[in-house]
């Protein structure tokens, strides 16, 4: 393949220098007359917030998940769901982002407009939310600044709904979306040799003005990494479509 492709590059600059051969060769009257004006690129317009029903309309739905899920409504204990996205609080201050995932930060701008829908595959799991949060440009882009992970956070403790919890922290490879992407795994195990280890995939994609956040739980591994990639990318795609709608 590259042979090819080499033979069309190499004649497509012959190409080119001669028709600048041939342009400079050209009449001195020609090169008097005024050049054409090009014309300018519009601006893009800059994308606007969301509003609750944009982002309502944004957020996955039941048929454009994968088969074997169910809407799962008791994971949704709030109007917006915001809180399905807490996991506790951090003895380590500068891990708290990886518990906070971006909606919980109290160095991050608040959002404008949260919208959450949930979903499960069996009483026991996985559980998997797709979270769309609506701010500024600017105030977007500083809330995913402020949830990027520190050093020093592979391993710690903290707190989940009163239980002492140990937290083990990886990066998570998931397919590039929007204009950035944060995304990681937690193991989090309670104290007692009985207590089962929970496992929480997050992923969040800004695309302009809103912020596409994604959680999967599991525990006991009963979990669906086809199911929460492929929803991360579809939730980023329906956001990209709702930004692109909100800044006409």
Known sequence: MRTPLRRVAVAALASSALLF??????????GDKPSAKKAEPKPTPEAKP?????????????????SGWS??????DTEDGSTVFGLGTADKKQCQPLLDQI???????AAQAT?????????LGPYLSHGVFSYTVEDAKEA?????VPAGCDSFTGDMDGDKVTYSYKKLDVPAAGDETLA?????????????????DFAAARVDSAISVLLLTSVDNKTDTPAFKDA???GAEKVAKATEAAAK
């Open 21 to 30: 051969a041939a342009a400079c060769s050209g009449s001195a009257d020609a």
């Open 50 to 66: 969301l509003t609750r029903s944009q982002a309502e309309a944004a957020a996955l739905e039941l048929k454009e998940m994968r």
């Open 71 to 76: 809407s799962d409504k008791s994971m949704t």
């Open 103 to 109: 909606i919980h930060s109290a160095d991050s701008p």
């Open 115 to 123: 919208v959450t829908k949930s979903y499960s595959k069996s009483d």
């Open 144 to 148: 995913m600044k402020n949830s990027a």
């Open 184 to 200: 990681w795994r937690l193991i989090a195990k309670m104290e007692g040799q009985e207590a089962v280890p929970m496992q929480f």
């Open 232 to 234: 991360f990318k579809k």
